[in-house]
């Protein structure tokens, strides 16, 4: 299915290219080394490099890697009598569980605050709102407190990169970046979003897929544990027994 | 280093160590003839495999482990299967009631500090019976258990109703007995991703009276029903229970548990009680410790799949 929409993806791509008015270029293009990152069993994290090339103005490049929204909750340890129990708790409904951005220099210096709002670029200017468990906003510092952690712990497991390596440029035309994905990185479609920036305003911009999904015998085994769960719990025991059978038969003493 | 991808766990981890960990397991479950799955899970923890995963896929190694070792206990005519019988009758109800607190858990957050708990108060009273048993039998010079102790030594169990004869343990009590131990050892095998034979071979001991010869096949035979049954469970209504992860535990149990049951033929009955006390103990005050020492990040991160 993948091999006969591929063709088709770049005629329409060049189709696109060719609507953009009679020889004048598009401001920036980009792709990636790859669009589908496959989570084998044997996978342990993998890069992407990101690149392109931009017309001969002068600007600088961010890039703003998003991925699947999926609601996460934080949970608030707190001492009682002694033993540490999750406590508070607060639900982030669905932010990208995937995020980074690069850029050739400091977000600041590229981009005004406001436009880096609108777009969402940058941790900081996220919009990450978080309620309690029945959907109602907490308030401002409960809200600060939760969000910083949410971003600490995604940081810490390399999910909210804090910088995905700097954006190289050549010549001041091409350009790239290595897109660092840990083995936890989360399943389901990512977008990878280029920005062309002069003197703050945006004049050109790229959005390209990224896909990643379990293949293989790990997607198989998750697919059959999520989906046939009775046929997979069956499986597991037989196995099981056949396993300690056997055992027993050859250890026989 | 060989990275492995748990597809139900979602993360990579080493299969060496995973396979060496069951290995050990394993090594002490032979070695003491309990199904290692108090050890295994907690271990599980410690290596940052997410509790409920630990869980499901411990109590599917466990029925491995125990079919491996009833055969040979079979062998050897020590499984009283009628008792086995009301036990696991039992077992079902306790594991079922067990799963369903499971999942009510998990959705309010507090899976993981039940799952500490209930493992540091039953690695404490029973290791804790186990040291005092073993240490007091050590000083008097006799042989522990030996002497028949039923439930005559409580007034109150006498007075249960249907009573029910086990021929091969020579007992005469009321099945209610064994049918609430059933109960309650079904619902811990459901949250500690235990067998439960480290409770219910003390309990089948010291609260029905049951020879100890008979105890560790009859509770085996039993252990590998309730696993069943609870394993079916948590695969359909959690979906905590992971076949790599659980492959990796089972390779390492086989060999370990061979292992260990020849090296505890060299150590010997009592001395091999003392020893098990005193590691149910150690595994507690690890759990212990990590309860009551302030967190490294109080705060913690889960995905909500819709």
Known sequence: MRKLLSPLLACLGLLALSGDGAGAARPVVADLSNHLVAITTGFSGTHVLVFGA????????????????????????????GVWVNRNAAEFP??????AVAATAPLNAVMPWEIRKRHGIGVEALPLAATDSSGRAL????????????????????????????????????????????ATVPVGSYSVEVYFVQEGQVIGAEITPLFVSKTGFSADVYDFAMYSAARYAFASILFAVFAGWAAALVFRR | MIQMYLPVAEMSVDAVVIVGMGALVGFTSGLFGVGGGFLLTPLLIFLGIPPSVAVGSGTNQIIASSVSGVIAHFRRGNVDVKMGGVLLAGGMVGSGLGVLLFNLLKTVGQIDLTIRLSYVIFLASVGGLM?????????????????????????WAARLPWPM?????????SA??????????????????VGGGFIMVPAMIYLLGMPTQ????TSLFQIIFVTVATTFMQATLNHNV???????????????????ARAGARIGGRNLRILLALLVLGVCSGLVGELIATPEDPYSVVVVRS
Do not use: C
């Open chain 2, 165 to 173: 004869r086990f021929p091969k343990s020579g007992l005469y009590v």
């Open chain 2, 214 to 217: 008979v105890v560790i096949g």
């Open chain 1, 94 to 99: 669905a932010i990208p569980a995937y995020y």
């Open chain 2, 131 to 155: 040291l005092v048993e073993s240490v007091v039998s050590l000083i008097r010079r006799r042989p522990a258990a030996s002497k028949p102790r039923g439930p005559d030594n409580f007034a």
């Open chain 2, 242 to 260: 992971d076949a790599v992860l659980t492959l990796l535990l089972i390779a390492g149990g086989i060999v370990g548990a061979q292992w260990g």
């Open chain 1, 54 to 81: 931009t017309d001969d103005r002068k600007g600088d490049i961010v890039m703003v890697v998003r991925g699947p929204r999926e609601t996460h909750v934080v949970r608030e340890k707190v001492r009682v009598a």
């Open chain 2, 176 to 193: 209610v007995l064994p049918l609430g131990m059933g109960v309650a050892v079904g619902i811990l095998v459901a949250i500690m991703g």
């Open chain 1, 139 to 182: 308030g401002e510092e409960a809200s600060r407190r939760f969000r910083s952690a949410l971003v600490r712990i995604k940081q810490q497991a390399g999910l909210y990169p804090e910088a995905l390596g700097l954006v190289s440029t050549l010549e001041n035309r091409l350009f790239r970046a290595e897109l660092d994905l840990p």
